[in-house]
């Protein structure tokens, strides 16, 4: 009897080439707080250009930063954690996530309130190739953002010699850290904390580092702004504690790095830039609660893109705030640098055997 059932192909040869082009799943790595440490050490002025280069990227359509995801806890309303996924092109293409949490609870007890681990993903096939430790990575990216945003935000204005920190936790030390190696000086660095241990910390840092200017520990939020020409807020404030608009008479530039320390009505009497509008207007933040106050988003000057851009001209005759968000691919772009730089020195620690189920049937 005849089968009707069709022959068999042939079996020919895969060209060289389609193997060469077969993805791989790439091997996963694990880089530790401590290497990821040693990787940005001594790096600011690098890191702050890779910042500059992510800003641009993202201002030209090149990344992809969906809205941040809080996740929070009932019995918990203090404490969150925060999923920030983004996908970044250009030089830098990789994709990712950064998981953060905050646990204010956490500094009474003596460990940081902060901790967090990065997500890097291979754009060819997705898998994730490494795990970083993030904190670091995370307060790295904010500071130089800050260092950069200090900078841009005073080209037509006399240089701040006087800057004063709300809030001296780690991310007021990165920052400090960033603007001193990034060139600036200071003949008076201002210091409030509502903690006295933090404050005694933080002005034992700078005594360490040998700063030059003077110290002066405020009472107040109100007396550290007017005495300031660069003001840094780095606190874990949940909602609006300053409200006295002439504290600002003197126009100093305002990196609001915490994002809900002014009333809405400082925001609005301001010249306002953020690091991404949609991202910045969200969550109760202070420019979120000035689009609510005043019904639109007039009072927004322009991203800090726009300023590097030319787009925009930052103003000399008011106060000019800085509301960065923080953006997910500022993360990637940073630590896309730490896997590059460990990968090169030959520490890379790859777990062997991480994806085992790699065959589809078996």
Known sequence: MTSSRPAAPVPTAVPASATLETPAVPPFAVISGAQVQQALKGREKQIIALVEATYRLHGAGKSVNPPSY????????????????????GHVQVDGMKWISSFPENVPA?????????????????????????????????????????????????????VGFLGTGLIARYVHTFLANDGWSFDEIGVHDLSADSTAGFCGYLEQLGTTGRITVHDSAEGLIRDSDLVVFATVAAEPHVSDLACFSHNPVVLHVSLRD??????????????DVEHCLKANTSPHLAEQLSGGRSFLTGTLDDVMAGRVRVPSDRPVVFSPFGLGVLDLAVGKYVYDEVSRSGELHVIDDFFHELRRYG
């Open 110 to 162: 003596g460990i940081p309130r902060a901790s967090a681990v990065l997500i890097l993903n291979d754009q060819k096939t997705g898998y994730p190739f490494a795990c970083l430790e993030s904190s670091v990575i995370s307060a790295t990216r904010t500071a130089a953002s800050a260092a950069l945003a200090a900078d841009r935000l005073t080209r037509n204005r006399t240089r701040p010699t006087r």
């Open 262 to 275: 002014l009333a809405p009505e400082i925001i609005l009497a301001s010249a306002n830039i953020v690091d």
């Open 70 to 89: 809080f996740l929070r806890f009932p019995d918990r309303p203090s404490s969150r954690i925060i999923a920030l996924p983004a996908s970044i092109g």
